[in-house]
């Protein structure tokens, strides 16, 4: 929280920016800050240090605006547009640095709640999508229903009040020049609408929320609704993905799960009248999950008035409903493919199309990921689901390839190399088992080591499908029970960059024609420079191919 950024530190963030992004106000693109040469990078360093004044320069905090239509609603209505932030890159990349600094300091120290999945190293959202299934099936084996309630948070990053977010960070043990740094951050920034090229609004103060773009602004907002947690009552689950809030309880009787959500709701929405967020009534819905026929819906009220229920809610991506049998969410992203894959009959026209190198790229980065998010969740589907995704990608390889509608499948996959839908969801589904056992947070973690629940016979759940996929694969699998654990935050001080050195200071290598003597001083050399008992010495055969007018130089990749 005091210490200045190192030129290493530097160097390997710089390393690690994404290409391809649009300038902010200074028109400073991030490839230029990438090709900036040693005097240049050491002035960037200079400049990034003033963070330890607790400031920065006033046009790292100047924003423009794009906005974004949004399909399908009206142009005259401002709030028909995405508001696209564009900050400079190269107060992104400070800010990058200090978010490092700042995130190690929460997971290191537990701050976060380990139901939060959002901005987190080794935490995604088909952990929590998969978790939340779960539950839903053990209510089904034990025979109850499971009371849900799916939150909306209107404008959650734009809104959130910054003197209480100062608040939470000192209760997070946030102090010294990185409280400072921060306090200051949100104050004073500016943004104007810019499109086409042209300026259409005045600068106008941003008074609260925290600017998007940024790399630090996630951050914030983890440590602002860190402590929603604390309203969940007695016998209420949740799973919280940055601002998507969901909880719930299971009983064998509705009323006794409608006291308890009820109760959870209560206090939930006190806390953000409490802490300035506001939850949109219209978009909170509940939904009860039972296999029971005769059902009846659960009225749930905030603020007094009731929220609407949903038989079929929309959570993280995801299409529920309440059998959760997934036809309809096999259904939306089948026919969504389907829409996507129209791009791709067009790109192939005979006369002037794309290759099929490129229809496989298009295939596999726009099209084939749609029917394939958090696969592990609704690995359970009947089968007859998951064969019409099996069809459209049968479709999609016919294009890619040209072929003709009686090509056998098993060719097709071969000629265009690639696997089959079910093939990548079983090694999805081994993934996420593993991954839920080497992290003591991950919310399977615990659940992966239980017994399934197996009263009825006629429904699987996840834990059933990952062991089933476990055992049948487990001469492929490391056989161990003994993992090593996913870190959950990288430390801002971690130096990978290797330096390497071709003199020895004292041996003229020109000079010295006795190469055994030569040997001699440069292994006394490394033993006074680098002694045994704290440095690691690592020796390689150093194989040199010959080249450039018969120099020899030394192979890297032969080196260990």
Known sequence: MEERITPQELRKN????????????????????KHLCPHALSTLL????SWRTGCGPEVWKEAHIIPIHKKGKSKTDPLSYRPIGLISCVG???????????????????????????????KTT???????????????????????????????????????????????NIQGTMYKWISNFPHNRTARVKLDGKYYSKQAIMKEGVPQGS???PTFFLVYINDITPAITSYVKHTLHADDFAIWSTAEYATTAKVRVQATVDKVFKWSQDWGLTINLNKTVTTKFSLKTKQRDVILTMNGQPLPTEDTPTFLGITLDKRLTWKPHIQKINQKAIRRS??????????????????????????????EYASPAWSTTATSNLTSLSKTQNQNLRIVLGAIKSTPTKELHKQAEMDTLENRREQRTLTLYEKSK???????????????????????????????????????????????????????WENNIVSISYTIPGIERKNEKDTNNLRVKTLEHIDNTYPHDTWTHIY?????????????????????
């Open 540 to 560: 390689t055969d150093g194989s040199s191919d010959r080249q450039h007018e018969g120099r020899r130089r030394w192979n890297p990749h032969l080196a260990l």
């Open 342 to 371: 129209q791009i791709m009959k067009k790109l192939s026209d005979t006369k002037s199309g794309a290759n099929s190198k490129i229809l496989r790229q298009v295939y596999q980065g726009y099209i084939r990921p749609v029917m």
């Open 14 to 33: 710089i390393k690690g920016l994404k290409k391809k992004k649009s300038p902010g106000p200074d028109g400073i693109l991030i490839d230029m800050i």
């Open 438 to 492: 080497r992290n003591p947070t991950h919310p399977l973690h615990n659940i992966s080591r239980e017994k399934t629940k197996n009263r009825l016979k006629s429904r699987k759940s996840p834990n059933h499908v990952m062991k089933e996929k476990f055992k049948e694969n487990q001469d492929l699998l490391w056989q161990t029970d003994r993992y090593e654990s996913l870190k959950l935050a990288e430390s801002p």
């Open 126 to 172: 088909e952990d929590q999508l998969t978790y939340f299934v779960q539950n839903i099936e053990n209510a089904f084996q034990e025979q109850k229903s499971m009371l849900s309630v799916f939150f909306d948070l209107s404008k959650a990053f734009d809104t959130f009040w910054k003197d209480g977010l100062r608040l939470k960070l000192l209760q997070s």
């Open 215 to 217: 790399a630090i602004s």
């Open 92 to 122: 992104k990349l400070l800010e990058k640095i200090i978010n490092k600094r700042l995130m190690h300091h929460l997971e290191t120290n537990g701050i976060i709640s380990p139901t939060q999945s959002g901005f987190r190293k080794n």
């Open 46 to 49: 200079d400049l990034s240090n």
